[in-house]
Structures are given as C-alpha cells and as structure tokens.
C-alpha cells in the first residue's frame, strides 16, 4: 500500500479533488500515537460497512504483515469487516473531507496510530 503523509492532498482520481489523506501508513515513517476514542472506531466501522473504491487484492499491514485482516463490524450485514481493500471518505469542516484506507481500523486497534483532531471530528459527526 502506498504511504501518504497525513494531510497531504488525495490524488487517487480527479472526482474527489478536495480530499486529504488520513492513514496511508508505512513502517518506514514514524505516526502519532495515542488513545483514540471507542466512538470513533465505532464511526469507522460504520463507515468500512460500506467503504469506497473497493479494488480487487488486498493489502497487508506494512506494520506486522497481516493480511486478509478482518473486525468484528456491528454496521455490517455479515458482522464483520475485510480490511485493506477499500476506503472510506467524509466530509470535513470547511469543504476539505478525508480519505482513508480501511486499514486504518487496524492500525489504531493494533498499532497505536492516533489519527490527526480534525479526521476524529468529522468521524464523529458522521456518527450521528
């Protein structure tokens, strides 16, 4: 999976020009850690129950290797939710939204990784 630096512009295609990435990890680069909230978790899943440019293989954690990395997903018909196959987007405050890989589940609850203030937020209010 390819890294991009927290924030820096999505350039996956042209039809979502105004997306920042969130998530897009790598081994080689350091990330903030620290508690994330169980609500925003729970809004991820939310989100992952129906990610986004789903593709056809599946990326392994560039942390510990895993692949075909599933959760237990409350929001999902099936209960559960394949991982690092997809992405999730949403709106942010002030225009700019988020997108993110659906790793990004995996990488709070087994890595530590802290996602900036802002992603939080917007996962919240898509909570609603």
């Keep these: ?19 920042v990435n969130i998530g897009w990890l790598d081994a080689s680069h350091p990330y903030p850690r620290g508690d994330v ?11 992952a129950a129906d990610p986004v440019n789903v593709t056809r293989g599946v990326h392994t954690c560039p942390m510990c290797g895993g692949s075909y990395l599933e959760v237990e997903n ?8 394949l991982l ?10 002030g225009g700019t939204g988020f997108a993110a890989p659906t ?9 530590g990784y802290a996602p900036p203030p802002p992603f939080r937020a ?3 209010r898509g909570r609603g």
Excluded: N, Q, W
């Excluded at 630096?5 to 295609?13: I, K, L, V």
């Excluded at 409350?74 to 939710?81: D, L």
């Design 1 to 19: 999976m390819p890294y991009y630096p927290d924030g820096s512009p999505y350039e996956y295609d042209d039809l979502s020009p105004e997306l």
């Design 37 to 47: 909230p169980a609500e925003v978790v729970d809004g991820l899943l939310r989100l």
């Design 74 to 81: 409350p929001h999902a018909a099936s209960g559960s939710t």
């Design 84 to 93: 690092g196959h997809a992405e999730v987007h949403l709106p942010g405050a």
């Design 103 to 111: 790793l990004v589940i995996h990488y709070i609850l087994d890595h």
């Design 122 to 124: 917007a996962v919240l």
